[in-house]
């Protein structure tokens, strides 16, 4: 590895991890030892209700490397990692989680890729997710083949996490989408750039539980697909042609039916099941554009995506200085 300088910020979002944070540090020593004076972490503390503040607090004391950004309440995992990424200041930024699954070493040849070969983004590819329930890996996979089927702009690419190293540049053109719903790994993957995977085996959380239902997955997967993809709203203009072509030839049935072989009643059964039928797909075709509606409004009122309560450590106190100097110069 050269030994020019370059910093790294990871970025750690954390939700009720009291027992998780100490952990991570020790480990981030042991491991990126090479790196160690190059590193800077920033913590996001994701509304947490136990002491998780307390923690980082207690780390930013012994190691001035460690910095807080404190959230003012719970915003969910994705906000609090646009809220690190807007603060970091690394010449390379790394999102990463606390519970260890993300394997620090593997950011040694990340740095290499991107120092050596030139890369902008080196992202994590679980090629073993067997610390994952089957249905966990099930759904995943059938969500990553649904959104590249239909989002034609931007390709996840498949078992890529949030886990990557992403160089200076890519990190302004994130920061710079002013979108409030905020699907990492899709805005990651948009944004391109020169981008290789590094294949790694995903193991089991170190402490603690998992911050995820499938409620909350279920709901997380319906935004990554409606924020990149409107395959979900064309889709109908489909089956209402298909659906008016096929009403149209059985309609030249009955005609020819009641022509030449007279009119007859029964008929409860089919025009129940048609009726029920097409109630059924518009109220699905409503829904859907409900959710781009719901979507649109969201943007609409242009809220922030996260409310900063306060930010602690060093990059408080680089705030600090840049703002005497600036008293200076005035
Ligand atoms: N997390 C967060 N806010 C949330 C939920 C999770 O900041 O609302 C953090 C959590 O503390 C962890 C990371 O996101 O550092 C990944 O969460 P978890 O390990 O629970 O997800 P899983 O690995 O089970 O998908
Ligand atoms: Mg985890």
């Known amino acids: 590895m050269s030994n020019q300088l370059f910093t790294i910020s990871l970025v750690v979002p954390v939700y009720n991890e009291e027992e998780s944070i100490d952990t991570f540090i020790e480990t981030i020593d042991k491991e990126l030892a090479p790196l160690r004076d190059q590193l800077q972490i920033v913590f996001v503390n994701d509304g947490s209700r136990d002491k998780t503040r307390e923690v980082v607090e207690k780390a930013i004391e012994r190691d001035n490397r460690v910095s807080l950004i404190n959230l003012a309440r719970n915003f969910g995992k994705e906000a609090a990692m646009t809220a690190g990424l807007a603060h970091a200041r690394g010449d390379a930024v790394i999102p990463m989680d606390v519970d260890l699954q993300d394997p620090p070493a593997l950011v040694l040849e990340f740095v290499r890729l991107w120092r050596e070969e030139g890369y902008d983004t080196v992202y994590g590819v679980r090629t073993d997710r067997n610390a994952d329930t089957a249905m ?3 759904t995943a996979g059938g969500f990553y083949r649904f959104f590249n ?3 034609t702009t931007t390709k996840i690419p498949e078992n890529a996490g949030d886990f990557r190293l992403m160089d200076r540049r890519v990190v302004e053109a994130i920061n710079q989408l002013p979108e409030r719903n905020r699907f990492m790994k899709g805005l990651f993957a948009w944004a391109g750039f020169r981008s290789i995977g590094v294949p790694y085996a995903r193991p089991e959380r170190a402490a603690g539980t998992t911050k995820f239902n499938y ?4 709901n997380f997967a319906l935004d990554g697909l409606f924020s990149f993809s409107s395959w979900p709203l064309r889709v109908w203009s489909y089956v209402g042609a298909g659906v008016a072509g ?3 030839l059985y309609m030249l049935i009955i005609i020819l039916k009641v022509l030449f072989v007279g009119v007859d009643s029964p008929g409860y059964a089919s025009l129940m099941c048609v009726i029920l039928f097409l109630g059924g797909v518009q109220l699905l075709s409503i829904g859907i554009m409900g959710e781009y509606i719901g979507r649109m409004f ?11 309560e306060g930010v602690y450590g060093q990059y408080a106190q680089q705030k600090a200085v840049e703002s005497k100097e600036e008293d200076k110069q005035a």
Do not use: M, N, T, Y
Request: no cysteine; proline share 4%.
């Open 246 to 248: 096929i009403s149209f």
């Open 215 to 218: 409620w909350k997955l279920w």
């Open 298 to 308: 969201l943007e609409v009122k242009q809220r922030p995506v996260f409310l900063i």
């Open 149 to 151: 089927a239909v989002s």
């Open 136 to 138: 966990k890996r099930l």
